[in-house]
């Protein structure tokens, strides 16, 4: 009875549909109709817009075609802010690779702007420093950068270029930027109108004009040059020109010709229409035939007992802790947001420990009292917090004694509100030690600095090789070295930190992210982010160290801004070591331990990453500096523990850490005296710390 029942359901259904669809037939090709007479009313072609106008001396540049956006004037090139990969002037052809998205104030990258998604219109942008969505079209324009300096001042090239085009500097925004070579930047900027949604075309055209002609003049201390690749401007759509259409008497005429083609072309369209739904209604016939057969073979089948196990599935998942929807990491603390507030005062601003390129940090006492080191997140949106969650898994599951430990987090997708919460490293970082004002009273001493060079080390080994997958830092500095009291160093900062492939131990990243003087060559000109390309960041740290320098500094000789780039002919030349010396070590440093630590700095900046060694041998080799200290030490008080050195450590120069050094372009730099190690005694120390 309840099969019959379903069936007659199932058929009137099928009548009603079939009615519903006949009508909407008719009443679509109706609708057509009057839509395509309504047509004919219109103009035959909408009203073209001009180009700017371009100077006759305009200097000409090639450019790939794409497609042209809506309501867009193009002086040249292309619209969408993408660098071109191949076609420029001069410039051979490359893949393009962009740059960090955020990074220190200190440090030579431009200001970038934030995106605000789902927020304008098409061809509109936010504008900047505006509470509420305001939107504007703006002028595109995109820009290539000669003999950029290392570490320009972004802001006084903001102000220079709003200057001399009659802007003010909050007009000019800047989106993205690609780095083509060391001293070639593509830029592209969106330049706003102070008042309104649009530039008028007056505006437009002292721009152009003033660009193309080479008009604005950048000061040469940071830019020497540059060339226009692209400017677009856009305006605002024309108003609907139809009652002016429907008045003009000399449109008249052509309205009954094109009547007659649209009539056939609607009998057409109505004819595919009914072959089309004469599918729908087989399909759906199909459909229905097969729905009653299985409602058939389920009646007739003898029930079984599976609603205990369908009514738990619910119970689980309604079990998981949400916030927005989203799935908590069950791995690490999640922590609620009052408590949060609570224990930084309203993230009040007397409790700033510093600030970064993803956010302010807090320091703050939780409830239970520990002191930790809260980090505010300012990216936001559904895939960002997805990212986020993601990455918390990922740092929950990582524990070494060299790395912060991350002791729980908030996350809320409805508010966009993303915190991790730290443990809090009271000393500072090592930045602040060798080139802030922590250091300037109390520089540190050698022991000091190669304490926290293997402690560094150590916590880069373990992400490199002893987490599973592998975890690539990419931003490997010294401001993420964090010092406890006692100078033992934390490494910190895991915001640009990325997985590697399983089983790989390298990454095609589609940004390049860092810091200027840290990033790997190989990382910055190809994308190609290896294990590697940490180690290269270790060397640069290793010889912050060693120097006392910065790994940019605008205030050195010409040629010598680069710290890697100074340094590579010195520590080719064991003769001229010396001028590595940081002074404010006042000559108290063992000569042969600068010497060795020197031999692992030149091999970690190796242009080539093949060169470079592992971080786990160069924890192994900073050991071994460590124990001939500790065994010359002993050999001044004692005659007859060098003999038994030697006896214990007969095999050691076979091992592949003492094979780093041995070729490559600082294989004439190796100074290590095997013989006074003790290879037993390294290796034990390895199994009680845990490495």
């Not at 949604?197 to 040059?225: C, M, P, T, W, Y």
């Not at 408590?339 to 939780?366: D, M």
């Not at 490494?491 to 200027?516: C, H, I, W």
């Not at 520590?571 to 940081?582: A, G, M, T």
Request: a neutral charge.
């Amino acid at each position: 009875m309840s099969l019959l029942t379903v069936s007659t359901s199932l058929i009137g259904g099928l009548k009603w549909l079939l009615v519903l669809v006949w009508f909407v037939v008719e009443y679509g090709a109706c609708g057509t109709t009057l839509e395509l007479e309504a047509s004919s009313l219109s103009p035959a072609a909408s009203p073209v817009v001009d180009d700017l106008p371009l100077p006759a001396n305009a200097p000409a540049f090639k450019h790939l075609p794409a497609p042209i956006p809506s309501r867009a004037i193009f002086t040249k090139g292309k619209p969408k802010l993408e660098p071109p990969v191949s076609g420029f002037k001069n410039i051979a052809p490359m893949h393009p690779n962009p740059i960090a998205d955020t990074a220190p104030s200190a440090l030579a990258q431009p200001p970038l702007s934030p995106y605000v998604s789902d927020c304008c219109k098409q061809d509109m942008v936010w504008k900047r420093d505006s509470e509420a969505c305001h939107c504007a079209y703006p002028i595109k324009l995109d820009l290539l950068l000669l003999n950029v300096s290392l570490n320009p001042d972004w802001n006084v090239f903001l102000n220079g270029l709003a200057t001399q085009l009659g802007l003010q500097t909050t007009q000019i925004e800047i989106i993205k930027f690609y780095l083509l070579s060391l001293s070639m930047l593509n830029i592209s900027m969106d330049i706003t109108p102070h008042k309104g949604v649009s530039f008028s075309a007056e505006e437009a055209a002292k721009i152009n004009s003033s660009l193309l002609l080479h008009k604005v003049r950048l000061d040469h201390r940071f830019v020497g040059d540059y060339k226009v690749l692209n400017i677009t401007w856009f305006k605002p759509p024309p108003p609907s020109q139809a009652p002016t259409i429907a008045t003009s008497p000399t449109k008249a005429p052509h309205r009954r010709p094109p009547t007659t083609t649209l009539s056939s072309t609607s009998d057409s369209g109505r004819h595919s229409n009914l072959l089309l739904i004469l599918g729908i209604v087989t399909g759906f016939l199909f459909i229905s035939i097969l729905c009653v057969l299985i409602l058939y073979l389920c009646t007739m089948r003898p029930k079984t007992k599976t609603p205990p196990t369908e009514t738990e599935k619910p119970r689980t998942e309604s079990a998981r802790p949400v916030v927005g929807s989203l799935p908590h990491p069950t791995s690490t603390r999640f922590i609620a947001y009052e408590e949060l507030k609570e224990a930084t005062n309203n993230f009040e601003p007397a409790s700033i420990l510093g600030e970064g390129g993803f956010g302010r940090v807090f320091k703050g006492v939780l409830n239970d009292g520990t002191a930790v080191a809260i980090k505010r997140l300012t990216s936001g949106g559904q895939q960002g917090d997805k990212e986020f969650l993601v990455e918390v898994e990922m740092l929950s599951r990582l524990h070494h004694r060299n790395l912060v430990k991350l002791v729980g987090y908030y996350s809320n997708r409805d508010s966009s509100q993303n915190l991790l919460c730290y443990e809090l490293v009271p000393n500072g970082s090592l930045e602040a030690w060798l080139h802030g004002p922590l250091g300037i009273n109390c520089p540190l001493d050698w022991d000091t600095r190669m304490k926290i060079a293997l402690d560094a080390a150590r916590g880069l080994a373990y992400l490199h090789e002893d987490s599973q997958p592998c975890v690539i830092h990419r931003d490997f500095k010294a401001s993420n070295i964090l010092l406890e009291n006692n100078f033992h160093a934390k490494v910190a900062d895991f915001g640009l930190a990325k997985q590697a492939p399983e089983g790989r131990a390298n990454y095609l990243s589609t940004r390049v992210m860092g810091t200027f003087g840290y990033v790997a060559p190989e990382y910055a000109m190809t994308g190609h982010l290896l294990v590697k390309s940490d180690v290269y960041s270790y060397g640069v740290v290793l010889l912050e160290l060693l120097t006392g320098r910065k790994p940019v500094e605008m205030s050195q000789p010409t040629g010598q801004e680069n710290l890697v780039t100074w340094a590579r002919p010195i520590l080719r030349d064991k003769d001229r070591l010396e001028e590595l010396v940081d002074p404010r070590l006042g000559g108290r440093y063992p000569k042969e331990d600068f010497l060795r630590v020197c031999t692992i700095a030149a091999a970690c900046v190796a242009p080539e990453a093949s060169q470079r060694p592992t971080m786990g041998e160069v924890v192994q080799s900073l050991k071994m500096v460590q124990r001939i200290a500790e065994s010359q030490d002993t050999a001044l008080t004692s005659s007859n523990t060098r003999p038994n050195l030697r006896q214990s450590s007969t095999t050691y120069e076979s091992d592949g850490t003492s094979s780093m050094f041995s070729s490559g372009p600082y294989s004439g730099l190796s100074t290590f005296d095997y013989d006074n190690i003790s290879r037993t005694a390294v290796f034990s120390e390895d199994l009680h710390e845990g490495r």
